[in-house]
């Protein structure tokens, strides 16, 4: 059943029809996919979403495609995992993790928007699809275009590490590497987006590939056993996840498939580029952009599209926002594979990071459910903790010398 | 070409008449969509439509005069 009612500008209100476009030619303001959810009345029930297989696509009703998606099938429906490992270093009653770390196929919670910008472009037609990334976004458009059979482009920085261009390039994607200041990159991939007749996932096909984040917000409330956390905190890159993980709560609650449990959502920053975090604790609604410095790149927007509407969630829902430093960062990344067995990306060490100042401060309290989405896998973004983990001690292949380091760490040979 | 741009201005800049400005040094049409001026910054949506070089002169001038100049999509990088 198909329920997708038109594109409306989150500004002015106009609306569109279904397009392949992402601003309002009035004022320029985002357009923003919706929906008739009464269509739904009496047919989407916890029932039905239970009946079907465990991927993100058990909620496609509120996802913008017709039909059965024709790209990343099997994508979504990541691990909610009870930290209790955590809950007790943190001093917390009740934590989850959401572990986007796994998401199929690429790691990283883009294969949800990108499967769904890339199901969205084949009905439109597209044979090209295009984006321009720094990491994750970047792997998850070619693998997901490859696995499609759909050509790809992906624009970089020319001065990106190796390691990144590789985790785009194995899936065979024309890779274009830009000279210049971030700026002037972004302002080409804007032009190219607007010249060439292109699937621009983040551009022109922005309204449908922001409404996969919704999905990460769906499961999170069935995992949950139909029910809303008290507190789900999110990284902030563009501020869209944010905004989409509230549509996602406001959309069960008015379909029925759950209870409003007031929930507050929290934003996560490095403080390299925190302009969400900085207007929040501002008390201002303008997000003044910034140049990013981080060691968390995959959060690295200094002048975030959904910024505004980020701020707003979180004051409107009665949340926060915070920022870590980079040593933070990486004390929470191994606070987290520590206690919890989770490798998770330099995104993850800011959301953490976070939530244990949020705790600290007593912006989160420790008494009531609190969710932390992790959005990405550490296997990503080594660089950042390889200073930071043990180093082996190396022994000769002895049993003596084996038996002297046993000891010396309080082991004892067992007979 | 038509260039669809947002222009923050920051204290320095925002009692400047610099869009009045920009139609006077360049033979461009300006057309401005959106507006908002508070807390110490100023942002506004703008259309430039003229020759895609003179486009180009119009928007290097901006960003000479202190002015931000971004797409309308702001950071199209993502991680």
Redesign the interface.
Known sequence: MNIVRALKCRECGQEYDIQPTHVCEFCFGPLEVVYDYEKLDGYFTRELIESRPQTMWRYKELLPIEGEPSVGAQNGFTPLVRAKNLEKALGVSELYIKNDSVCYPTLSFKDRVVSVALSKAVEFGFKTVACASTGNLAGSVAANAAAAGLESYVFIPHDLEQGKVLGAGIFGTRIIGIKGKYDDVNRLCSEVAGKYGWAFVNVNVRPFYAEGSKSLGYEMMEQLGWKAPKHVVVPMASGSLCTKVHKSIKEFIKLGLIEDNGTAVYGAQATGCSPIAKSVKDGTDLIHPVIADTVAKSLAIGNPADGFYANRVINETGGWAEDVSDQEVIDAMKLLAETEGIFAETAGGVTLGCAKKMIESGKLPRDESIVLCITGNGLKTQEAVLDAINKPRIIDASLKDFDALAEADGFQAAA | MKL?V?L?FDESTVREPLIWKLGKEFNVVTNI??A?V??H?G?V?LEIDGESDVVEAATAWLADQGV?V??????????
């Open positions: 669809r947002y923050t969509r959106t908002e508070k807390n910054m942002l949506g931000k971004a797409p309308i999509e702001q950071d199209v990088i993502e991680g």
